[in-house]
């Protein structure tokens, strides 16, 4: 595999370096820093848990440290759209910084919902760090039981 890069001298003095973090890595070089191609600047992404129950769809996002004004929540047809921004703390100059992992800047995230749900009845709330925003159908969305007549 001719077009993977060479692992860099600084990566071998840090074996615990996961393939994960090798695979994403290469594709950050490759593809740039966000992976897309996209006319909105994304520097992460937050990790989604999308749940149904017979009345009530519900989302789950992390996103800690986002303050909840900086979040903006959207649906459009059967697409929920979080977009939101997280800031970046003041650095002391006095600092040295021997890592920085964290993750700063916009994001976007797109959800396909498995079902339609009614716009007026969509209820959002953050506590530590979890998003939560639950959603309940449309009437002619609802399983409805069908009765068997028994002849």
Known sequence: ??????????????????????????????????GLASPFEQDWMPAVDVSETA????VKAEIPGVDAKDIDISLTGDTLTIKGEKREEEKKEEENYMRVERRYGGFRRMVSLPASVDPAKVNAK??????????????ETKAKPIDIKVE
């Open 55 to 58: 009345d009530t769809i519900e």
């Open 1 to 34: 595999m001719a077009w993977l890069p060479k692992r860099r001298r600084e990566d071998r003095q840090y074996p615990d370096v996961s393939l994960r973090d090798e695979v994403n890595r290469v594709f950050d070089e490759f593809f740039g820093r966000s």
């Open 126 to 139: 953050c506590k530590d760090g979890v998003l939560r925003i639950t959603m309940e159908k449309k009437e």
